[in-house]
Each structure stands twice: as C-alpha cells, then as structure tokens.
C-alpha cells in the first residue's frame, strides 16, 4: 500500500495518562489489593486478554500480607484506578531476585526453609524469604512479551500465517493490554526477510519484533493500519485487550460512573475493553458505551481518509466491554448499561468468604 | 577455729561453679568451632564482596547504558532526529520496516527495570548484612556472658586454691614440728598434705581452664566485634549505594510517563538538559560509593584475615600452654611415683639387708 501519512487525532484515544497518584497503606492498600484480586479472578478473562493467573498473582503479592510485610504502600494511578508503574515493577524487579534472594537467605540460615513454614514467623528476615519465595511460585506477569506461533505455511507461495500476541504493560494508559494479531507474511524476493522458516521453526528477525512492538502502542484499528503499511506483511486480524480502567470512588470516570459510585460508595468496577480489527467482520460496530474509537476521535476531514483505507485493507471494526464489579454496584450498572442502550456482559466478583 | 577443724572443712568442702563446667577437650571443640566459623565469615565476607561488586558493577554499567539512552532520546526530542514527537500531533510517522529500533518508551521502561532491579539487589544485600548483624550482636551477648561466667569461675576456683595452700602450708608445719616420720601423727599429717594436694591439683587445673576459657572467649568476642564493625560500615555504604539507585530511578521515572504521553514532548525538550545532568551527577556518585566500597572491604578482609593468623598464633600459644602445663602435672606425677617407687624399693632393699628385726 502507499506510503502516505495516517491521519492522527488530536488527542490520546484513551484518557490521558494517569499522572495524578495516591497512596494506599496498610489495611487499606490490603483491602484494595484484595479487592482487585478478586475483580481479576472474577473477570472470565479469556485467552485475548492478559493472563489472569499472573495479574491474580500480581495482586496478591502487591497486598501488604502478600509481601509479607516487606512493603506497606501501595500506589494508585488516579486516573486509572491501578496500581502505577513504579508498582509493578516493584514486584517484578522483587521477582527478578528472588531465586539468588532465597539462596542467599538460605546459605545464612540453613534453618530457614522450616522456620518459613512455620505459623508464627515475626522475624523480618523470614517473612521476607517467605515473599521471595511466593514471588518464584507465582510470579507476576511481565511488563513486555511477545510470542510468535505459525498457524500455517506456504513454501511455494513463500508465505507463512503467524499468531503474534504481545503482552504489555501499557505506559501510557498504565494497564495491562494484550495484542493478539494475525497475520500473513510472504517472503519478499528483493529486500530481507521478516521471517525465516527452516522446515517447522520459525525464525523473526529482531526488526519484525521491534516494528509490532513499535506499532502496537494504540488501538487495535491504528496496530492494522501501521502493520498493513509494511511490506511483506498482510494484516488480518488485531484485537487488543486491556485489564482497566478501575473505577471507585475518587477515580476519574465517566460522568454516569462517578454518579453510580457516589450513590454506592465502597464499590468497585474493572472494566474490560476490547475492540478488534478484522478482515472477516462484516460491519463496523461499536458496543463499548465508553470507548471512543480511532475514527470517532478524529476531524471530519480526517475520517474520510481512515474510511478510504477500511475500504482498502478491507476490515471491519468492533469495539465492546465487559465488566466485573462487587455485588453491591451490579444491578446499578446493569441500569446505567440499559439506559446507554449499550447492554454489556457484567460479572458480579464472588466474596472471598 | 582449730586446725584439725579447718582442714576438715576445707576438704569437705564443695566448691560450686556457675554455668557450664568445662572439660579440657570441650573448651577445645567450641574454640574450633568458632575458628572454623570465623574462618566461614571471613569467606562470607569475601562473597559479599565479590556480590557488591558485581552489583556495583552492573549498576554503574547499567546506569551508563541508561545515560546513553537517555542522550539518545534527548537527541530525538530535541530534533537531532527527524520525525517521532515533533510531528506527533499532526501526523502519526510511518513505520518503516527498515527502522529497527524498539519504542523509546519500551527502552527507557526497560532500564528504569534495571536500574529498579539493581536497587532491590543492593536492598536485599542490605537485608543480608542486617541478618547477618543482628546474628553477631546476639552471638556477641551470649558470649559475654560466657565470659562473665568463666569469670566467676576463676575466681571462685583461685580463693578455693589460695585457702588450700594455706591449710597445706600449716600441715607443712605440723609436720616439720611432729619430726618423728615413723609416728602415727607423722604419717597421718602427711596423708593429709597428699590429700590438700590432690584437691588442689584438681582445682588449680579447674583454675587454668576457666582462665583460658575467659581468655580464648574474650578473643572469640573481638573477632566478632571486628566482623561487626565491618558489616555496619558496609551497610552504610551500601545504604548509599541504595539512596543513589533510588535517586536514579526517580529521575528515569519522572520523565518516563512523560515520554509515555506523546502529547508532554514539548515539556520533555525541555526537561532534558537538566534531567540529563542529575543524571550524570548520580551515575557519578554511584561510581565513587561503588569504588570506595569495594576498597574498603578488600582492606578489610586483608586486615581481618592477618588478625585471623594472630587469633589462630593465640590459640595455638594457649594450646601450648596448655599442653605443656598438662606436662608438667603428669611429670610430676610421674616424678611422684618414681620417687614413691624409689622410697618403697629403698625400704625394701634395706629390709632385705638387715632381715627381720
């Protein structure tokens, strides 16, 4: 396709980014933490979404309790309503460690494996050999990865249908997002491949990885468009799936959002966004009552050239969001939902008891 | 009091130590057992150092790295480079294939990574040597009291050896004024005198051990104390190490979210210079601590190392002495028996000579 340039909305698509923080300590970064968890694990998410199991982890070890103590405060982007940046990384660089932490702790103490065990450890050094050593069973997700997987290849025709899905922790909207995208790439007879295929392995070149990082740091729709542009490589599907925004009181939210939550104070909503790009769509459809797609964001000038290239690429663009929220925000939400006259799945997180 | 009474109390009487009762070959096992200990921390300490340096290492490696990305990305905002923030606003730059570099903002998430992961190990190596602390501070009390203990002893067994001089002294007397060493009165006095002896010898070697036990503890305790004074002057300079991470990950964060934001990259321009420079300032100063640290422990392992050859010159001397004392005791022993011997034989001899009376 042409070289020219993507029209480009003036603003974030997203909400700005979250540099407003607050800081949660003891019993109540516990009880948020813990709340989280449970949002998390309670939120059905399936394969296009990060991975659960390490976010429930994540949460777990952010806890106050989850740490063993070792660390009492936890940040709270305000617009986001999860934890910042600085957070994560705090457990991930905690889990980076952890195996030559326990080592060491180890070679100090031989005893030290029994006395963790134990019920009663109030001794620092053992509570924190315990957090390491629940950092190394559960580990957290990490903050970028990409896996690539051949679904299908051509040797004639030089082309093999890949499975990318990166993960991220997503700076700028301070989430975690997974992209999942399919594509075709064909071999290009006159510059350097993107990929190699020596019988079934699979070889990417470093700068196939670094263009779908470099591109998939919007939505799915823009991702398509970026990636369509680079020869060799056909598009066919991206759908990008984010863990956040979380809303409570006090956190920057949709005007409905901050009514319900006044009026149901202590109550928690994850919101789920998904929306995807894909050439086996058959129409546009937005059903996400607060995401703003690429398009939307744009003048009506601009829209006209992004229509052009759907035509041209020839995908569709499906937006939707699910939920997961205490029991007490549910029938409240399903309300507001109707009313949007977009009705979303909505999830209600079990009780920890 | 009469002598006869005073003597029998003296004999009778039942001296009680405090605390352990050492044995020759007890004393010698805990003494090695902390030998080999301290022979265990002064390769712990080796370690450590070789641990901090390697942190160090990586950290200042790291850090520069993360300089150098910075610059880079300084040279990208301030338009050195073409395309990225200038134009964000108005159009989105073309991916080209060709462009192999990762997102600036993955580069820079990935050293604030580093450098994050970087200061938790200097953190956990300060989690370590408190550990470590806390154990020495609470072996050293317990030793002391091991010391006050074998203390106590010593003097308890020296007034007990003192009072039975003095009662072997006036039996000497006794004897001396008696004169007549076939009477009765004769050889009684001197059963006594054997028996204060033996009773003495016994107390006199309890003497010895408590007196070397207080010495070769009270060694025991200042190695600890050098090993002490070292952990808490490597704490501190790698608590500085940990400030100075901890400054550097603030500086890399602070522009991060910045960077994040496409829309902040006027803001960023002009941030740079000064982020830059702090940055520099705190590369720097991690340089320095990192250097100085290592410095110190390797001095500080040397020194403790030649103190560990004295220790071991003590111990060895006290063994000796020890040793030798306990020769001493059995030649005299032996001396004792010969002579015993002798004098039975002479008697013997003489008895033999002469026929029956």
Redesign the interface.
Known sequence: MSARAVPRSAEPLDSLAPQARYELRGRAAETYARSVRRLVAGGRLNRFFPDARSLVALFDLLAPSGSQGTHDEIEVGLGTGLPTERMVTRVQADASIAAEACHDAEAIDPTLRDLAAGANADDAFVRRYRYHRALLAHPPPPSFSMRRELRRADPEARAAWLTVTLDRFDLAAECFVRYTILLRHEDPRWSRSQVRLDEDDLEVSENFDNLVARATARDAELVFILLSRVPSITVENVTRCRVGPLWFAGIEAPDPIRDLLADHPGEFILSLPLDRADVSGRAHRNGDPFGLGYREALSRAARGEVDELRKELGYHVRRERKFVCTPGAAQALRDQLKRSKKPCVIYEAKSER | MTQVTERADALAREVVYDGEQYERDELQSFVDAYGKKHESDLQNLASLKTAHDEIAREMSKDLAVSKTAWEYIGGLVSGEFTSNFKG?????P??N???????L??LL??K??VA??R???VG?FL??I???V??LQSDVIRLNKKVVVAARNEETAASFVLQLRDVQARLTEDLSAIGDDKSAAWRETKAEIDEVTQVMWEHGAKLRLFSNAEDRITSIVAMNRNFLQILTNLHANMQGLYDAGIEVLDEL?GN??G??????AGELTLDMQEAMQSLKRSVNRVAVLASNTSLYITQNVERLTAEMKVYDDETRALVESNLAAEREVREQRIDETIALAEKEFGLMEEARTTGPA
Not at chain 2, 97 to 103: I, L, N, Q, T, Y
Not at chain 2, 259 to 264: E, G, N, P, R, W
């Open positions: 964000l606003l108005e159009k989105i073309i991916l294939e060709f462009v192999a570099d990762r997102p903002s993955d998430h990935e604030v990574e994050e992961r200061t938790r190990e956990n989690t370590t408190e550990k470590r806390g154990d964060r991060l979210s960077l994040a934001t496409a829309a902040q």
